[in-house]
C-alpha cells in the first residue's frame, strides 16, 4: 500500500533504476483497447484480456481457473507467455485462438456491456468506465478503489470483467494524474475518498435502475473505500488485501515481519521498535523531523545483522537504504500528501454500509494479524461485518502454485465467486462470520463466528 512511495524514492536517488508503476498518464495503445474483456473457452471455461502494468503494447490474461500472467507481443503478431499463447483476430471478429501445450482452443468475446465517461471531482476531470453485464442490466454496481499504483484502472483492472460476467456492475476510473484522467497524482486519502464519490454518483446516473451501489477499495484503496461511505451513501463496502490500521502500523509490522521471517528473536524486535519509532516521527512532520536521531541510530547500529533483513518495500527499509539528504530532498514532494497519520477503525466502526473484508493469510505487504483481531472485535458490535480470509494469499490475493512447467501465479479460489455472491446478498460469507477458504481450486473450510485460524 506504500508502494509508490517505495518506487518512486527508489527511481529519484537511483536514476538509472526504473520506477515500479507505470509512468503516469500512459495508458494501453487505442487500437490494442478494442481487444479487452472476456472470452468464452468451451467448457465453460473464459480468458480475460486487460492491459498490463500501463504498459502500452503488453496485454494480460486471467483463465477462469484464476492463472493469471503478462501476455508480450513476437514478431508474428501472437501474443506470448510461459504457459499460454494467443492470437487475436481482428476486433471486429471477437474471437482468440488460446494455445496451451498441445491444445488450442477458440474464444469469443462477452458481449458486455460498455460506457465510457469523463465526470469531475474537485474540478478535476476523470476518466471512467462503467461496465456491465451482457444484458445491460445489473441488481447491484460496485466502483473500484485503485490501489498506490499509477496504472490505468480502465484498462489494467481485472475486477471490471470478472464481477461484470458474473452479473455486477462495476464502475472503474483512473486515478488523478494516471491513464486518461487530469489532474496530479496524490495519495491523500480524503482527495481520494471524494473522488470515489464523485465515481459513486457517476454510476448511479449511468445505471440508474441499479439498486445497491457500493465500492471496492484494494491494497492502499482499502483505506479509502469506507472513508468514501462518509461523504455519499453507500449500500456496502468491501476491503480487499488491505488493513484495518494505518499506514504507521503498516510499516511497523511489515519490518517486524521481515525480521521474524528471517529468524530474529525479540532483541532484535526491541532494536527495531526503537529505529520504526524514529522513522513515525519523521513522516509525522512530512519529512521535516527526526533526521538527526535517525543518523545516529544508523551509525549505532550499523553492524546489528538484523539491518539486512528490513526490504524497502517498507517506509522504514527506504529511510535505512538512502542518505537523509536524499531523504529531505525528494521525500514530501514523492510521498504525494499520502495520509501517514489515517486511523481506519474509527471510520470502519462508524460507517452505515455492510462490509466484506477479504484479507491473505500470507500477505507480505500489508500484514494483517491485528487487522484480524480488530475485526473480531468490531464483529461484537456489528453482525453486517464479513470477513473472509485466504490462508495462501499474499498481497493482491494471489497464491503460487506449481504447475508442470514451473511456478505460476493465481488469484485465490472463489474470489470473484465469493465476492459477486456477496454483493448480491448470497449466502457465503454470513454476516457477522469469519470464513476460511483453502487453497487455490478448493471449497471453503467452514465458518464460525470465532473463526478457524
Not at 512511495?5 to 509512468?23: F, H, Q, W
Not at 470483467?161 to 487530469?182: C, N, P
Not at 471496492?216 to 488493513?243: C, E, K, N, R
Not at 500484514?367 to 473480531?376: D, E, F, K, S
Amino acid at each position: 500500500m506504500l508502494a509508490f512511495l517505495t518506487a518512486t524514492l527508489v527511481a529519484a536517488a537511483l536514476s538509472a533504476s526504473a520506477p515500479l508503476d507505470a509512468i503516469p498518464q500512459t495508458r494501453l495503445d487505442a487500437d490494442l483497447r478494442c481487444l479487452l474483456g472476456v472470452y468464452a473457452l468451451p467448457e465453460g471455461q473464459s480468458v480475460t484480456i486487460t492491459g498490463d502494468g500501463g504498459k502500452q503494447r503488453d496485454l494480460h490474461y486471467t483463465l477462469s481457473n484464476g492463472r493469471f500472467g503478462r501476455l508480450q507481443l513476437d514478431a508474428s503478431g501472437g501474443y506470448g507467455a510461459d504457459a499460454v499463447y494467443i492470437r487475436f483476430a481482428p476486433c471486429r471478429a471477437g474471437t482468440l485462438q488460446l494455445t496451451q501445450g498441445e491444445a488450442t482452443e477458440t474464444g469469443t468475446r462477452l458481449r458486455l456491456v460498455e460506457k465510457q465517461t469523463t465526470f469531475s471531482s474537485d474540478g478535476i476531470a476523470l476518466h471512467g468506465k462503467l461496465v456491465l453485464p451482457a444484458t445491460g442490466r445489473a441488481t447491484s454496481a460496485a466502483v473500484w478503489v485503485e490501489g498506490s499504483n499509477n496504472d490505468p484502472t480502465t484498462d489494467d483492472s481485472v475486477w471490471q470483467y470478472e464481477l461484470a460476467r458474473r452479473g455486477i456492475a462495476v464502475f472503474v476510473y483512473d486515478k488523478r494524474g494516471t491513464g486518461a484522467s487530469a489532474g496530479a497524482l496524490s495519495s491523500d486519502f480524503h482527495a481520494r475518498a471524494r473522488d470515489t464519490a464523485a465515481a459513486v454518483k457517476e454510476t448511479r446516473r449511468l445505471a440508474p435502475g441499479v439498486r445497491r451501489v457500493g465500492v471496492i477499495g484494494g491494497s492502499q484503496g482499502g483505506w479509502v473505500a469506507p472513508l468514501t461511505a462518509t461523504l455519499v451513501p453507500l449500500d456496502f463496502v468491501v476491503a480487499a488485501f488491505a488493513m484495518a490500521e494505518g499506514p504507521i502500523a503498516q510499516d511497523r509490522e511489515l519490518v517486524e515481519q521481515q525480521l521474524q521471517r528471517a529468524g530474529f528473536d525479540e532483541t532484535a524486535l526491541a532494536e527495531v521498535r526503537e529505529l520504526t519509532a524514529i522513522t513515525e516521527r519523521i513522516v509525522r512532520s512530512n519529512m521535516r523531523d527526526g533526521f538527526a536521531e535517525l543518523d545516529a541510530f544508523k551509525s549505532s547500529h550499523a553492524d546489528a545483522p538484523w539491518l539486512a533483513a528490513i526490504q524497502p518495500r517498507s517506509y522504514t527499509g527506504l529511510f535505512l537504504k538512502f542518505s537523509s539528504a536524499e531523504l529531505q530532498a525528494n521525500g514530501a514532494a514523492l510521498a504525494q500528501g499520502l495520509s501517514f497519520d489515517y486511523e481506519p477503525r474509527p471510520v470502519i466502526e462508524a460507517i452505515k454500509p455492510r462490509q466484506l473484508w477479504l484479507l491473505g493469510g500470507s500477505d507480505r505487504q500489508a500484514p494483517n494479524v491485528a487487522t484480524q483481531a480488530i475485526l473480531r472485535q468490531l464483529q461484537q458490535r456489528r453482525t453486517d461485518l464479513a470477513v473472509v480470509v485466504f490462508p495462501n494469499a499474499d498481497h493482491g490475493l494471489i497464491e503460487s502454485i506449481k504447475t508442470a512447467d514451473g511456478v505460476a501465479k493465481t488469484y485465490s479460489a472463489h474470489l470473484f465467486d465469493v465476492t459477486a455472491n456477496w454483493i448480491d446478498d448470497g449466502k457465503l460469507p454470513a454476516a457477522g462470520k469469519f470464513i476460511v477458504m483453502p487453497a487455490a481450486n478448493g471449497a471453503p473450510q467452514g465458518d464460525s463466528p470465532r473463526g478457524n485460524l
